[in-house]
């Protein structure tokens, strides 16, 4: 069964910073490209960033660029995004998705990140 | 970058069709045919429904389609069900690997 577990999530302060992770199975994770999707609470679906199957090319939305670094592990079948700097605004559900370069095929169920005082 | 622009809400009876639009520019949607449609039901992850404007991912009923047509593609819904009643968001390439949603779409079974 293909699944990807997200964890990592919780309540930050703003200016802090997580590590979110993604452990996928049930698939041959280092043929995939994947994705960060983010969803504030009552809001749509944001994309956040993307990494290559190998590692090698990743890309950010403008609004976490500088602040958000996506990395994966394919020995570990993990995918990862670090969270620096966050803002309130940052709250939301980060989900991960495997796919294309343009398309999220599957979705897991998402980490919630609370940026707050 | 802006979000493509979709209706906040369409709606249709049983048996019905009903058509959802996504509009972009020619950066985004008018510029590739990498259009893709996901629903998404309340406190559930997303599901894509269709991919690269006009295919459907296996297990995903031929009553849903898309299409494109310059900078607005669109999602067709045919012979509605109550298990359709969901959001739905269309996305589309910008180029340079970048991805955009639509702001969403909820669609009502009356």
């Known amino acids: 069964e293909v699944q990807m577990v997200e964890s990592g999530g919780g309540l930050v302060q703003p200016g802090g910073s997580l590590r979110l992770s993604c452990a996928a199975s049930?698939?041959?994770?280092?043929?995939?490209?994947m994705h960060w999707v983010r969803q504030a609470p009552g809001k749509g679906l944001v994309w956040v960033s993307l990494i290559n199957n190998d590692g090698s090319s990743t890309s950010y939305a403008d609004s976490v660029k500088g602040r958000f670094t996506i990395s994966r592990d394919n020995a570990k079948n993990t995918l990862y995004l670090q969270v620096n700097s966050l803002r309130a605004e940052d709250t939301a559900v980060y989900y991960c998705?495997?796919?294309?370069?343009?398309?999220?095929?599957?979705w897991g169920r998402g980490t919630l990140v609370t940026v707050s005082s | 970058q802006s979000a493509l622009t979709q209706p906040p809400s369409a709606s249709g009876s049983p048996g019905q069709s009903v058509t959802i639009s996504c509009t972009g520019t020619?950066?985004?949607?008018?510029?590739?045919?990498?259009v893709s449609w996901y629903q998404q039901h309340p406190d559930k992850a997303p599901k894509l429904m269709i991919y690269d404007v006009n295919k459907r991912p296996s297990g995903v009923p031929d009553r849903f389609s898309g299409s494109k047509s310059g900078n607005t593609a669109s999602l067709t819904v045919s012979g509605l069900q109550a298990e359709d009643e969901a959001d739905y968001y269309c996305s589309s390439h910008v180029g340079s690997n970048k991805v955009i949603f639509g702001g969403g779409t909820k669609l009502t079974v009356l």
């Open positions: 020619s950066s985004d949607v008018g510029g590739y045919n990498y």
């Open positions: 998705a495997r796919g294309g370069h343009s398309t999220c095929l599957g």
């Open positions: 049930g698939f041959t994770f280092s043929s995939y490209w």
